[in-house]
């Protein structure tokens, strides 16, 4: 349902609470998903609550395609698992803190991204992650923040 656990006081709230918690904090969230991520839910409200709540990034086995791209227009990057992992071979459990490396030289369609994960125990771990922002234009489109912030900024450069 719609609870969950805030890390790290292990306190059982309602995901809502606990994504405003996590924002109050100033930390982004990261959602783990299963193959075809978004089916049944690919208007575009679906992806607007995702970046209400707070998550920055999506990693997945593979996207219902125009969730993906509803993604992408909110400013939530779009990341797949590479051959051989997935969301259940990692063993997560929630209380994981995950840095996403590789993005700071600079984006090009469908590049690799490196996904740190760190352990309760102290233990890390780092997979190949697919970035899949498949287009230039959706390069540009997740660069600004989203489609909406893409297209004001450039109303704004034409005045």
């Not at 805030?6 to 924002?23: K, N, R, S």
């Not at 299963?34 to 970046?51: H, P, Q």
């Not at 760190?118 to 997979?127: F, L, N, P, S, V």
């Amino acid at each position: 349902g719609g609870w969950t656990t805030l890390q790290p006081e292990g306190e059982v709230m309602t995901i809502y609470d606990a994504a405003m918690t996590y924002q109050q904090r100033g930390t982004p969230l990261v959602v783990f998903g299963g193959k075809e991520y978004g089916t049944g839910s690919s208007r575009d409200w679906a992806a607007k609550g995702t970046i209400l709540l707070g998550v920055k990034a999506v990693i997945t086995e593979s996207f219902e395609r125009i969730h993906r791209s509803n993604l992408v227009g909110m400013g939530v990057l779009p990341l797949n698992f590479k051959e051989g992992t997935t969301r259940k071979s990692l063993k997560l459990d929630g209380s994981e803190e995950v840095s996403i490396t590789g993005l700071s030289g600079g984006l090009e369609p469908r590049m690799d991204v490196q996904c740190t994960i760190r352990r309760k125990d102290g233990k890390e771990e780092t997979i190949p992650l697919t970035c899949r922002l498949d287009t230039r234009d959706e390069v540009e489109y997740y660069r600004h923040g989203g489609i909406l912030h893409y297209v004001l900024r450039s109303l704004l450069t034409r005045h």
